[in-house]
């Protein structure tokens, strides 16, 4: 059984600095998976707003870039988010994922993707930014 967890979600000023990690097990080892994270602020639709492939790859929404960085850790079974000079358009429920798995590779453009486009999601943590 596939689990994703987040951690690390909470409240902080703009301006400030937030690290989320997503702790993956029970992916068949056989693939390999194309990772991202994804936001969903209330009354809007979720939305990626970062990728990593199995090399190291990444891809970010405009919104967010310079300010956030994704990572992966295969060996840890981790993905994480820094989030740094975060504003009030970053407060939404987190939320990492994990496609279907084959070779690796994130396909497509990051901001057209959907729920669909990722199998395996955690449960989501709250990011609140404070002006």
């Known amino acids: 059984q596939v689990h994703l967890v987040e951690s690390g979600g909470g409240s902080v000023q703009a301006g400030g600095s937030l690290s989320l990690s997503c702790a993956w097990s029970g992916l068949p080892i056989s693939r390999k998976y194309c990772l991202a994270w994804f936001r969903q602020a209330p009354g809007k639709e979720r939305q990626a707003v970062a990728s990593?492939?199995?090399?190291?790859?990444?891809t970010y929404t405009n919104s967010v870039k310079g300010r956030f960085t994704i990572s992966r850790d295969n060996a840890r079974s981790t993905l994480k988010l820094q989030m740094d000079n975060v504003k009030s358009e970053d407060t939404a429920m987190y939320y990492c994922?994990?496609?279907?798995?084959?070779?690796?590779?994130?396909?497509?453009?990051?901001?057209?993707?959907?729920?669909?486009?990722?199998?395996?999601w955690g449960q989501g943590t709250q990011v609140t930014v404070s002006s």
């Open positions: 990593i492939d199995i090399d190291g790859g990444t």
């Open positions: 994922a994990a496609d279907d798995g084959g070779i690796g590779y994130c396909f497509g453009a990051l901001d057209l993707w959907d729920n669909s486009d990722f199998r395996y």
